[in-house]
């Protein structure tokens, strides 16, 4: 492992079509080498932004097989939308990996972004914010293995609880910039998570967005990074240069300077040869 900072991967999305071998060899690949942890965004389907439609296989049944397939790597969502189910049934599933992965899941939250797939699939997209605070306060309190009776404006439950019961409260982790979700959540979660465009990719960036969250929580950065001159699976999103692999080791010491305390490396391409090149120039066996 790079001693200065846990470095997990994130697995394919769309970046092209990856079967369930290819994603459970990226996976295997990545514990073998060392790596902390591998992380799968929660995406149903991308369309109308200039490129070909398309979507990744469900986030939740690839995470629950891969939790069966390792035994070592931490592995959850990055991050998923509270959005896409009731937050009890989030609950429960989150509780059901733990317990496959023996207790290597971290629950990664937000409230999704990305409009088409709403409409396609019949989600409401309005009040984002406020469904979130919703179900956010059902889903922390369910997997605190707490009994949950909660009336609101767009979820309820009554007398819920997780059984079987958990064998320990699932760890949680946030994926927003936003003050108001921010607010909602620093306060009950074990880790915050800022996506790559968010802070530019750079230690700058991140040490500046990391001042806004004022609690004792681990801060996670996601990086992009490019291997081996890249294979452009992911495009470039302007202000945000990915690092060159060379360059990670230098970079990841500055981010751990920074403050970071995890960095969950986006490759470009996303291979299973790309995960064992960069554990090589970090050394992280």
């Not at 909660?150 to 936003?178: C, I, K, N, S």
């Not at 920074?258 to 969950?264: L, Q, R, S, V």
Request: hydrophobic share 45%.
């Amino acid at each position: 492992m790079f001693d200065r900072l846990e470095v997990g991967v994130q697995l394919p999305e769309v970046e092209r079509v990856v079967g369930w071998r290819e994603l459970l060899e990226i996976a295997t690949t990545a514990e073998a080498c060392g790596y902390a942890s591998v992380w799968l965004g929660d995406h149903m389907l991308y369309r109308g932004d200039g490129r070909a439609e398309r979507g990744p296989w469900d986030c939740w049944t690839v995470l629950a097989a891969i939790a069966g397939s390792t035994g070592r790597v931490k592995l959850g969502p990055l991050v998923a939308s509270t959005a896409f189910h009731p937050p009890g049934l989030i609950a429960r599933m989150a509780a059901a990996i733990d317990e496959v992965s023996e207790g290597r899941f971290v629950l990664g939250l937000g409230s999704g972004w990305n409009e088409p797939e709403f409409r396609a699939f019949g989600l409401p997209f309005d009040h984002r914010a406020a469904r979130f605070e919703e179900a956010f306060t059902i889903i922390r309190r369910l997997t605190a293995r707490e009994r949950v009776t909660f009336e609101g404006r767009y979820y309820q439950v009554e007398d819920a609880v997780l059984l079987p019961r958990p064998a320990r409260p699932v760890p949680l982790m946030v994926g927003t910039h936003g003050p108001r979700m921010l607010r909602a959540t620093i306060p009950h979660v074990a880790a915050w998570n800022t996506w790559y465009a968010w802070y530019g990719n750079t230690v700058e960036g991140f040490a500046a967005l990391s001042a806004k969250v004022d609690a004792p929580v681990r801060r996670s950065a996601c990086v992009l990074v490019r291997v081996d001159g890249g294979a452009g699976e992911r495009p470039l999103e302007d202000g945000s240069p990915p690092i060159d692999a060379d360059r990670l080791r230098d970079h990841l010491a500055a981010l751990a300077d920074a403050g970071a305390d995890e960095a969950i490396l986006v490759l470009d391409p996303i291979t299973s040869q790309s995960v064992r090149a960069v554990a090589a120039l970090l050394s992280v066996r």
